[in-house]
């Protein structure tokens, strides 16, 4: 298995900053991805940001120039800095952990695990 957990949301105002971290453990090699999405509630849970192991970094359109997501791959977390806040980034935030496609060859220890592991989330609150 592998667990996920985020820190470091809280109330700021608008224009200001927070840093999200996702530490994930257990079986960390078998991580393929990370990745931040948020939700507001009644609404979908949006994709914010993504970090694969062997990829571009990908960001949907609203935070763009503003978030940075990056990993510290020693210590398996994710982290997303967020700048310039708004009002309508209010949300909690989550982190998901995308694990290798089994069977997964060199890493047969992974093909019994799930797809991916989320978090429980983390509240991010813009005031106006």
């Known amino acids: 298995q592998v667990q996920v957990v985020e820190s470091g949301g809280g109330l700021v105002q608008a224009g200001g900053s927070l840093r999200l971290s996702c530490a994930a453990s257990?079986?960390?090699?078998?991580?393929?991805?990370m990745v931040w999405y948020r939700q507001v509630p009644g609404e979908e849970r949006d994709l914010v940001a993504a970090?694969?192991?062997?990829?571009?970094?990908f960001y949907r359109n609203s935070v763009k120039g503003r978030f940075t997501i990056s990993r510290d791959n020693a210590k398996n977390t994710a982290f997303l800095e967020m700048n310039s806040l708004r009002p309508e980034d209010s949300a909690v935030y989550y982190c998901?952990?995308?694990?290798?496609?089994?069977?997964?060859?060199?890493?047969?220890?992974?093909?019994?695990?799930?797809?991916?592991?989320w978090g429980q989330g983390t509240q991010v609150t813009v005031s106006s």
């Open positions: 257990g079986d960390t090699m078998c991580i393929n991805a």
């Open positions: 970090a694969p192991n062997d990829g571009e970094l």
């Open positions: 998901k952990v995308d694990i290798y496609a089994s069977p997964t060859p060199g890493l047969p220890q992974c093909d019994g695990l799930a797809r991916d592991y």
